[in-house]
């Protein structure tokens, strides 16, 4: 591994020691450059400094009580030197301060008390993620797919988005964070290993960990299989932060079943969505729902991240698609048609819609993988494009 150069920027004195002396400990990178201050600005010459470093990682610790002028200035590098990778340092007890660090464009979120293990290993991820993402600096997208209430189709819809997915575009994955894992029977699947296990490793996890622990489908789809017995696992809302920060780095595009789950932890992955997929059924109860779930959900959300869609969807006189979206409160994205023998034949095959020729069903995914992904610019590229790029 070539030695990294990397900057700090740190406000507090200990912590630019500290963190000189951890970034020297890991052998692997070498500080070019301390800097005592948060740039505010272009011009500003803290800013200056930071870029003659030439850093490959920057450092941006993020004080607990005060942390607005550090996410300020993540911002800011992201726009002024997008060649740089930004760790930010902090408490792992501030879900939203991690969010927020991550929506700046921090590619890691370290804990605060750092040691030297943490940052080695941030940094051999970020080389490996560097070699294995070909289109690099491009973070994947993530679509979380969560239910209004049970049994509304969420696992159908996000096994066979992924599915369509990976099918157009390839290097996508499927994480099934559902209170019991349904993706990978619904696929037929038999994993040896899944999210537990890529949770408990977390303090290792690299790029090629985390794919060991994933099942690929004959299609190359690779799956997080979710927990095969109630309660055996409860990740905290920052395990998932770093896990998820992982995957959007690997994959281009990321489905998460999420299903019933509804709790911080899945808050958090819908925070850092570019989509909510909300579930529902054209029926009062249901929809009655969606409005309590997507008031939960979209509490520190983007105000359109969450939208519905109508599963099981069928003409019902006097009831229009307006209805729906004023009872849910959400914008209707899509509809999936009420087809019960053939969704239910599938699932008990293990032989997903998107296998089988079932047009209306395979239609209906495909159309919402592409509409999901209109306005991705590479995508746009690989359209026109005479070979997949992947
Ligand atoms: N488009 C559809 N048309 C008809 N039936 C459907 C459709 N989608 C799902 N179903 C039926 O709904 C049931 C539940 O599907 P699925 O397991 O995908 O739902 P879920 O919301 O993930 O459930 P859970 O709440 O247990 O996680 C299945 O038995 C399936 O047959
Ligand atoms: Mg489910």
Redesign the pocket.
Known sequence: MAELSVVIVAADSEQQTVLRVLVDGTSVARVAHVCGSYPVAAADPAMRRIQSGSPVVTLVDIPAEQPGPALRALELLRQEMPQTALFAIGSMSQPQVIVSAMRSGAREFIERPTTTTDLLEAFVRLTAAQRSVKQNEVRGKLFTVV?A???????????NLAMALQATHGNTALIDI???G?ATL?MNLKPAFGLGDAVRNLHRLDSSLLESFMTRNSDGLLVLAGANAPLALEPSANDFARLFDMLVNQFRYVVV?A??RIDGATRLVCNLSETVLL?AHADVASLWSAARVQQFLRDGAGKNKVQLVL???RRIPGFSETDAETAAGVKLLWK?????????A??DRGVPLMNQNHTD?AR?FAGLASRLTENDVDVKRTAWSLFKSV
Do not use: C, E, M
Request: glycine share 8%.
């Open positions: 239910n209430k049970g049994g509304s189709g969420a696992t159908t819809i996000a096994v559902a209170p019991l349904h619904q079943d299903s019933t579930v599963n099981r969807f999936i048609p009420n087809q019960y023998f053939a969704v239910s599938a699932i069903l209906a």
